[in-house]
């Protein structure tokens, strides 16, 4: 393999390393064309385009642009960070009529839409998308699913299951953050943590239901919830209206406060029912902190791989909080799972993920060759 060109949907921090991981563990550099900017949710979360200045990262100009690039890198590997859009579908037809060896890291689909949108994204994603991409998953060598272990969703839309690789997002760790070694005192003073934008498919209110479920057992905890979203006031009503006096909102939390909290909290919850991944559970394991993981998160690939907290079933509340309950009761439970998250935390980053990712890209491409 001559060289490595990625086209990358954004400056997104769970993706630039990894590729430029990828690169290294190929023995070639990776060009890396960026089709968005970072997004104002980012910036605003304390994330600049500066902490990428080791990439070597340009622009993307327009699909004019895409064909000048094709022809003098021919014989590189190319690959696209996003394919489902119309504009990566126009880009990567162009690459196909060029002969180009490429392969695909996205997503697998996932309908993150609330009720009535939902039905109709369902409905596209069964009967449309299929259709749309199926020039595409029939020339690509691969596909590195950033869901984690999902390839039924990949298979049902036409992928080959032999071309699927599993990975997920693997970013580096938070800036100013390090990994710390949960102890006795994090068991003792037990603080669950949860974080990010509260939408409607990150179901954040599991977690709500779930420590009234525990104020009902008479079960002690402290519960942290930082940032914003549109999900954010009714959960504040619920724990207004049961009196949960030992949930916190704290809103937005610039991003030295975040790293604090992620650092000391006992455990992190991720909620998501209908989520691809989760990049907030990496931010918190890499920080140390044991996770306790919605199995409709690709993000549970984590527990699977490195056995570093607990898994609940989706839309039930009562599992969840049987969940916490074991970790705030069982001491001895509570400090393994904390010692396999401490050292899973120096294994999630994105350089050792990405050197095992790629040794499984050179089989399949040599296959394609």
């Not at 430029?20 to 060009?31: D, E, M, Q, R």
């Not at 126009?90 to 009529?97: E, T, Y």
């Not at 650092?263 to 990049?279: A, F, L």
């Not at 984590?302 to 509340?317: E, P």
Request: hydrophobic share 40%; net charge positive.
């Amino acid at each position: 393999m001559k060289g490595l060109v990625i086209w990358s949907h954004s400056y997104c921090r769970s993706t630039l390393a990894f590729y430029n991981g990828l690169g290294k563990s190929l023995a070639c550099n990776a060009k890396i064309i960026v089709l968005k900017g970072l997004s104002e949710a980012r910036k605003k979360s304390g994330f600049d385009e500066s902490e990428f200045h080791d990439l070597d990262i340009n622009p993307y100009e327009g699909i004019e642009s895409s064909f000048s690039i094709f022809d003098k890198f021919n014989n590189y590997l190319h690959i696209f960070g996003t394919y489902q859009s119309l504009e990566s579908v126009r880009l990567i037809s162009v690459a196909i009529k060029k002969g180009i060896l490429f392969g695909v890291c996205s997503e697998a689909p996932c309908n993150m839409s609330p009720y009535p949108k939902r039905i109709l994204k369902e409905l596209y994603i069964r009967l449309i998308l299929p259709i749309k991409v199926r020039n595409i998953i029939r020339h690509a060598a691969f596909i590195v699913n950033f869901s984690g272990d999902d390839a039924k969703s990949l298979t049902s839309i036409g992928w080959n299951e032999n071309k699927i690789i599993p990975c997920g997002y693997y970013s580096p760790a938070l800036i100013g953050s390090k990994p710390v070694c949960r102890t006795k005192l994090h068991w003792k003073n037990f603080t669950i943590l949860l974080t990010g934008i509260h939408e409607w498919h990150r179901s954040p209110m599991i977690l709500l239901r779930a420590l009234h479920e525990l104020d009902k057992r008479g079960v002690y905890y402290r519960c942290n919830v930082t940032q914003e979203g549109p999900m954010l006031e009714k959960m504040k009503r619920y724990a207004q209206k049961n009196n949960m006096q030992n949930i916190f909102f704290w809103g937005f939390v610039p991003l030295h406060k975040l790293v604090d909290m992620y650092e000391t909290c006992s455990v992190y919850v991720g909620t998501g029912n209908n989520e691809p991944w989760g990049m907030r559970l990496n931010d918190a394991l890499q920080c140390g902190a044991p996770l306790i993981i919605n199995r409709g998160m690709g993000g549970s690939k984590l527990i699977r791989d490195y056995d570093c907290g607990l898994l609940f079933d989706k839309n039930d509340f009562r599992c969840l909080a049987d969940c916490l309950e074991n970790l705030i009761k069982n001491r001895a439970l509570y400090e393994n799972v904390s010692i396999r998250a401490y050292h899973a935390a120096k294994e999630i980053c994105p350089s050792e993920v990405a050197n095992k990712i790629a040794m499984k890209i050179q089989q399949l491409c040599d296959n394609k060759l």
